[in-house]
């Protein structure tokens, strides 16, 4: 079953750590929580995510303010890990299931963790295939867009010092890749922004190619960011002209319980990915 192909992988001594010199970032991986008899087709693990290259100095919060002498000091060869659950339910006689990975604080894992199975997958298994592709449930985007509140757009560029314009090059190194980021949001609690260009980007390429243009300048992609009546955000976002499939986002904090390390356990993480899964399951399509 490949749900046993995974595991071998998340439990593959020599795939503990995986880096990305050129961004310095880490990935490690941690416990992993294997099949059960009562959810065989359901696999789990925390994976340690990383960033290095920069100083930084810790203080603890005090009440009504912050304390005067840092706790610790970070240096730039220092290595800052954040634990992500990735979970994977795979039904054992299906050729698709679900990968679903929390992004804490933006810090996801899933397009590092999944460039590097597939590379270790394609080495012992070269005459055979895997991709993962994005999936919402059917309606999702235009019940959204129709419906919810258009908090903010942020537009982001992605670039080397070289690609910077202005003077934004003069905050990255010749190693770094940057983002620059352009956000857009009302002012006033009663102030909207229009969705039309949205609705429009999502009909046709020629409004998508548009929307990536603001101000004078190309974006790479755009983030519409809407909040739901329950106050939960989730996120749109658009990439570059030929990319037309939105990648959306769920918000799970308020699903979530935390334990003493300020971190969600595992339990809560779990439920609310098993959650989401059967959201998603309907519109699948799973064969």
Same mark, same amino acid.
């Given at each position: 079953?490949?749900?046993?192909?995974?595991?071998?992988?998340?439990?593959? !001594?020599?795939? &503990?750590?995986w880096?990305?010199? %050129?961004s310095? $970032?880490?990935?490690?991986? =941690?416990?992993?929580? *294997?099949?059960?008899?009562?959810?065989?087709?359901?696999?789990?693990?925390?994976?340690?995510?990383?960033?290095?290259?920069?100083?930084?100095?810790?203080?603890?919060?005090?009440?009504?303010?912050?304390?005067?002498?840092?706790?610790?000091?970070?240096?730039?060869?220092?290595?800052?890990?954040?634990?992500?659950?990735?979970?994977?339910?795979? !039904?054992?006689? &299906?050729?698709?299931?679900?990968? %679903?990975?929390? $992004?804490?604080?933006?810090? =996801?894992?899933?397009? *590092?963790?999944?460039?590097?199975?597939?590379?270790?997958?394609?080495?012992?298994?070269?005459?055979?295939?895997?991709?993962i592709?994005?999936?919402?449930?059917?309606?999702?985007?235009?019940?959204l867009?129709a419906?919810?509140?258009?908090?903010?757009?942020?537009?982001?560029?992605?670039?080397?010092p070289?690609?910077?314009?202005?003077?934004?090059?003069?905050?990255?190194?010749?190693?770094?890749?940057?983002?620059?980021?352009?956000?857009?949001?009302?002012?006033?609690?009663?102030?909207?922004?229009?969705?039309?260009?949205?609705?429009?980007?999502?009909?046709?390429?020629?409004?998508?190619?548009?929307?990536?243009?603001?101000?004078?300048?190309?974006?790479?992609?755009?983030?519409?960011?809407?909040?739901?009546?329950?106050?939960?955000?989730?996120?749109?976002?658009?990439?570059?002209?030929?990319?037309?499939?939105?990648?959306?986002?769920?918000d799970?904090?308020?699903?979530?319980?935390?334990?003493?390390?300020?971190?969600?356990?595992?339990?809560?993480?779990?439920?609310?990915m098993?959650?989401?899964?059967?959201?998603?399951?309907?519109?699948?399509?799973?064969?």
């Amino acid at each position: 079953m490949f749900i046993d192909i995974l595991q071998q992988f998340l439990e593959d !001594p020599q795939r &503990r750590d995986w880096s990305d010199e %050129v961004s310095e $970032s880490t990935l490690r991986m =941690g416990t992993v929580y *294997k099949p059960t008899n009562e959810e065989p087709d359901v696999i789990a693990a925390w994976v340690k995510s990383g960033e290095k290259g920069f100083a930084s100095e810790i203080f603890e919060s005090e009440e009504g303010g912050v304390g005067e002498q840092p706790s610790y000091r970070r240096k730039p060869e220092d290595v800052e890990f954040i634990p992500v659950l990735l979970l994977a339910k795979l !039904p054992a006689m &299906r050729s698709r299931g679900f990968l %679903v990975c929390h $992004s804490p604080k933006n810090r =996801g894992i899933k397009t *590092k963790f999944w460039d590097s199975f597939k590379t270790w997958f394609r080495e012992r298994y070269p005459h055979l295939s895997v991709e993962i592709n994005f999936c919402t449930p059917e309606g999702f985007h235009k019940k959204l867009i129709a419906e919810e509140q258009l908090k903010k757009v942020t537009y982001i560029r992605h670039m080397k010092p070289t690609d910077m314009f202005g003077d934004t090059g003069s905050w990255f190194d010749s190693k770094t890749l940057g983002d620059v980021r352009t956000v857009v949001s009302p002012r006033g609690r009663r102030a909207r922004l229009s969705k039309k260009p949205l609705e429009q980007a999502l009909e046709d390429d020629k409004s998508l190619s548009s929307l990536l243009e603001f101000d004078g300048q190309t974006y790479d992609e755009v983030r519409t960011t809407f909040i739901d009546r329950r106050g939960r955000e989730h996120s749109i976002l658009l990439g570059p002209e030929g990319e037309k499939t939105p990648r959306a986002g769920y918000d799970v904090t308020d699903h979530l319980s935390f334990a003493q390390d300020g971190h969600p356990t595992y339990e809560s993480l779990r439920q609310a990915m098993l959650g989401y899964i059967e959201i998603l399951t309907p519109s699948s399509e799973e064969s």
